[in-house]
């Protein structure tokens, strides 16, 4: 069945330092999704990409979507301690088929 | 006012008990799912409903019985705990926008069930 992976599974960086996640899967991606999810949380929805090559920007949030649709990223400049949490990809065929998240990666910001 | 709430937040019960934790949303949806998330945070789907109808279900034991009462309520019964079932336990809804649209609404999650067997 499909895969999705996401590197790295944790990323330690000093506040202000810029912080990139990645998304990839076995198979054509419908569309990604984008959530985060603070300690002790649930996962709270940031984002999704349909198109091919598309970019989304949201303050210092950016998101793309690989040209073949089997990747994505998360890029956040100069982090915050705000940014700490798990950041998850997630790929859903149709509406009625089953969400399938990406293990997640884990950030840390140092203060 | 709360999207979608779930009770109890936290449980913590002897293996071999019977337990349940309710869901319920208020936003209108269609869809509820539940998901395990385990120690290493990984979201895994359980199940999902659709207008009160089983649409997904995952290799899950027996032992797990979801219930949909009407569709603003999805339930989760666990018979005979296991120490393995320990993990949080989120539900989750959403509205699909139909089964040929690529673009679907974002799934809305509850504040999950902390789950400890001992």
């Known amino acids: 069945g499909q895969q999705v992976m996401q590197i790295p599974q944790y990323q330690h960086v000093q506040e202000g330092e810029d912080f990139t996640t990645y998304c990839n899967s076995s198979?054509?991606?419908?569309?990604i999704q984008w959530y985060k999810q603070r300690p002790g949380g649930h996962p709270v929805f940031l984002i999704q990409?349909?198109?091919?090559?598309e970019v989304k920007k949201q303050k210092r949030l950016t998101f793309q979507f690989g040209e073949a649709k089997k990747n994505s990223s998360l890029h956040i400049t100069a982090t915050q301690t705000t940014d700490v949490g798990t950041y998850f990809c997630?790929?859903?065929?149709?509406?009625?088929?089953?969400?399938?998240f990406g293990p997640g990666t884990s950030l840390s910001v140092i203060p | 006012d709360t999207a979608v709430s779930q009770t109890p937040k936290y449980l913590v019960t002897q293996m071999g008990n019977d337990k349940s934790i309710k869901c319920e949303q208020n936003?209108?949806?269609?869809?509820m799912y539940w998901y395990k998330q385990d120690s290493k945070k990984f979201l895994k789907i359980m199940f999902s409903?659709?207008?009160?109808?089983?649409?997904i279900n995952e290799t899950v034991p027996n032992r797990f019985s979801p219930k949909s009462p009407d569709k603003a309520h999805l339930n989760l019964h666990i018979n005979s705990l296991e120490l393995g079932d320990s993990a949080v336990y989120f539900c989750?809804?959403?509205?699909?926008?139909?089964?040929?649209?690529?673009?679907?609404?974002?799934?809305?999650f509850g504040p999950g069930t902390r789950l400890t067997v001992l």
């Open positions: 936003l209108g949806h269609d869809t």
């Open positions: 409903y659709n207008n009160k109808e089983l649409i």
């Open positions: 989750a809804s959403s509205q699909p926008l139909g089964a040929t649209s690529v673009v679907y609404n974002e799934q809305f």
């Open positions: 198979t054509t991606l419908s569309n």
């Open positions: 990409l349909v198109k091919s090559g």
């Open positions: 997630a790929d859903q065929k149709t509406s009625y088929d089953k969400v399938i």
